[in-house]
């Protein structure tokens, strides 16, 4: 039966993409997407160099991919569980611990992907770097919106500076990130739990 042969090869190779995929993802936060080498990501993915690059036409396309699986792993991680909370202060704060709980269970080893990431992209433009930024742009506005729910609910003064709300929000999840993936520190996700709960008046 071709047909059957042709939809079981396409499968082994959907599988192998996605294997090597999420070794990326998770090797790109201690390794660094542009110095992640093919031999360390075919040794983790536990396939041959020549077999890896047959998935990816370029450095280039890999590190794309690779940010695309970054936003899959992310979203189950963080994104999906918080919309269970409607939007607004309550909202944010189970957006904000679905992000430290992401820390915490070391979704990717090395932090988090996408500031891990955009420090290491931060000085050298193109479109991978583009990605990470649209990446973050998308952060800071959903949290902006989650925001002016909570104004527009009454949980925030109605003058509230919301750019500012925002900044801090995103400080707080920031020093958690930086000193637990630097110390293992466990108390560094507490206090960013705790301060974003402060700022927002929901202690």
């Known amino acids: 039966m071709p047909g ?38 075919a040794s983790h993915a536990g396939m041959s160099k020549s077999g890896l690059y047959a ?13 695309d699986t970054a936003e899959e792993m992310f979203e189950a991680a963080v994104l999906a569980p918080a919309r269970r909370v409607a939007p607004g202060r309550d909202g944010l704060v189970a957006l904000s611990d679905a992000f430290i709980a992401h820390l915490r269970n070391r979704v990717f080893p090395g932090g988090c992907f996408f500031d891990s990431v955009a420090a290491e992209l931060q000085s050298r433009p193109g479109p991978v770097r583009d990605r990470i930024a649209a990446f973050q742009a998308g952060w800071q506005a ?7 729910a909570a104004r527009d609910a009454g949980d925030l003064p109605s003058d509230a500076d919301l750019d500012q709300l925002t900044f801090d929000v995103n400080a707080y999840l920031a020093m958690a990130h930086s000193l637990f993936t630097f110390t293992g520190d466990e108390r560094a996700l507490e206090w960013a739990a705790r301060a974003v709960r402060t700022r927002l008046g929901a202690s």
């Not at 090597?20 to 031999?39: N, V």
């Not at 959903?142 to 002016?148: E, K, N, S, Y």
């Open 4 to 41: 059957a042969t042709t939809r079981a090869t396409r499968s082994d190779g959907e599988r192998s993409r996605r294997a090597i995929l999420h070794a990326a993802a998770r090797l790109a936060t201690t390794h660094g997407l542009d110095r992640l080498s093919i031999a360390d990501l």
């Open 142 to 148: 959903l949290i902006h919106d989650h925001l002016a």
């Open 55 to 67: 998935h990816f036409g370029s450095k280039e396309e890999l590190q794309l991919a690779t940010i």
